[in-house]
């Protein structure tokens, strides 16, 4: 079992920056891979970044490549999201989700393959 808890949104100007934080529960956080999605107002979840269980490799959508960074501090147990040159399409309620280490990538983007939840940070970007 595993809790996660996000972290760190907030209000910016277009242009900015914040760092979002995952905590999670449980002594095998190593073991799973973490992602970002969002979701804004009348719109669906849409995936915004993954990182693997061991921090070695990261997919990110199109819409934040070169722009946002997913990490993650296993000794932390923490995961992170820093988001640079926020744009007001950026604006959603961001949310971390866990997944078993053994997901494949082509699946690290689909909300069904993801065993846990936080309950959402919301990110107001301003024009």
């Known amino acids: 079992q595993v809790q996660l808890v996000e972290s760190g949104g907030g209000l910016v100007q277009a242009g900015g920056s914040l760092r979002l934080s995952c905590a999670a529960s449980?002594?095998?956080?190593?073991?799973?891979?973490m992602c970002w999605f969002r979701q804004a107002p009348g719109q669906e979840r849409e995936f915004v970044a993954a990182?693997?269980?061991?921090?070695?490799?990261?997919y990110y959508a199109d819409s934040v490549k070169g722009r946002f960074t997913i990490s993650r501090d296993n000794a932390k147990n923490t995961v992170y999201l820093q988001m640079n040159s926020l744009k007001p399409e950026d604006t959603a309620v961001y949310y971390c989700?866990?997944?078993?280490?053994?997901?494949?990538?082509?699946?690290?983007?689909?909300?069904?393959?993801?065993?846990?939840w936080g309950q959402g940070t919301q990110v107001t970007v301003s024009s």
């Open positions: 449980g002594r095998t956080f190593s073991s799973y891979a």
């Open positions: 989700a866990a997944a078993w280490k053994t997901i494949t990538i082509a699946n690290m983007s689909i909300r069904r393959f993801y065993d846990y």
């Open positions: 990182i693997s269980w061991s921090g070695g490799s990261t």
